[in-house]
């Protein structure tokens, strides 16, 4: 039995529905829900247009933890489509290399060489079964990550769906200013305009998580921050005065008293580093203010294999 099929907005409803001979590039900030269309796009594929989910449907992303969340959604949604496997880059060039180059020296070596060693193969044939490629996150996808999915995408010769907003790309420190210029993610969409003259570009601008005044001033900035060529100052400044005029910063006692008022609310407070983070957790626990220090999702306390 599969699942109740959420609500979709018509502007994910545009991509869900697409054949899957389209190539898309869907731009999607945060809280748009580009996770809930890609997993609506997965069970099109499978049940409206019968592709099987095994051998069908490619499904890569950068993180485990992405496709952690992939499979888990894909999963609770129902139906053929949970068989879909999503992978990693990392694991699908070290599968790749099992299949095709059994033996090699790339067995001695780390993920990133493995990649390397990735892009010389000719992928074609394992690719050939595939009806349709999903690629989540792609403003991540940079240097020779980049170029697989290049490869993945000229060799597979099918459909492809790809997914990912530019204002959140966070692996560009990897890439020095002449590099960047040359493999960073930007690069990366400009070739697929160029490669795929069919490509077809969907944005999905409808804010899903914004409901206060400032999230919304803060949202009118993403057109900006996915632009190709954003105004980082001009941005920072419109940030700046945002933050000045709708939020009272939280250097005092009474500011923390009166902000723990609200006990309907849950208000996050970043910070730079853990130090920074510890220190305002002193602050709250001696005001008797319940709070939580959140751990970053990577975090370990003790050895993945315990």
């Not at 888990?72 to 949604?77: G, T």
């Not at 990550?145 to 060799?155: P, S, W």
């Amino acid at each position: 039995m599969s699942g109740v099929e959420a609500a979709l907005t018509d502007e994910q409803e545009a991509v869900v529905a697409a054949p899957p001979t389209a190539r898309l590039l869907v731009r999607a900030g945060a809280g748009t829900g580009k996770t809930h269309t890609l997993i609506e796009r997965l069970n099109a594929l499978v049940d409206r247009h019968d592709i099987q989910p095994g051998r069908g449907v490619l499904v890569l992303s950068f993180t485990r933890a992405a496709v952690g969340e992939i499979r888990d959604r894909v999963r609770d949604r129902g139906g053929d489509a949970a068989f879909v496997r999503a992978r990693t880059f990392d694991s699908f060039a070290t599968r790749s290399l099992a299949e095709l180059d059994p033996g090699g020296a790339w067995q001695q070596t780390g993920y990133d060489a493995r990649i390397r060693a990735a892009l010389r193969l000719d992928l074609s044939e394992l690719l050939d079964d595939y009806e349709h490629v999903c690629v989540d996150e792609v403003q991540d996808l940079v240097g020779p990550r980049a170029q697989l999915v290049k490869n993945i995408l000229e060799q597979a010769d099918c459909g492809f769906t790809l997914l990912g907003d530019p204002a959140q790309a966070i692996y560009n420190f990897t890439l020095d200013d002449s590099t960047e210029r040359e493999e960073g993610p930007m690069v990366l969409v400009g070739w697929l305009r160029e490669t795929f003259p069919q490509l077809e570009e969907h944005v999905l601008a409808e804010n899903h998580r914004a409901r206060s005044e400032i999230t919304r001033h803060v949202w009118d900035l993403w057109p900006q921050l996915a632009g190709e060529q954003p105004d980082w100052l001009g941005i920072r400044d419109r940030l700046v005065n945002i933050f000045r005029d709708e939020t009272e910063i939280l250097d005092s006692d009474t500011d923390l008293r009166g902000f723990a008022q609200d006990a309907e609310t849950r208000t996050a407070l970043l910070f730079r580093n853990n130090g920074l983070a510890l220190l305002q957790s002193a602050t709250l626990r001696r005001l008797r203010i319940p709070h939580v220090v959140q751990r970053g999702a990577s975090d370990r306390c003790v050895p993945a294999w315990v």
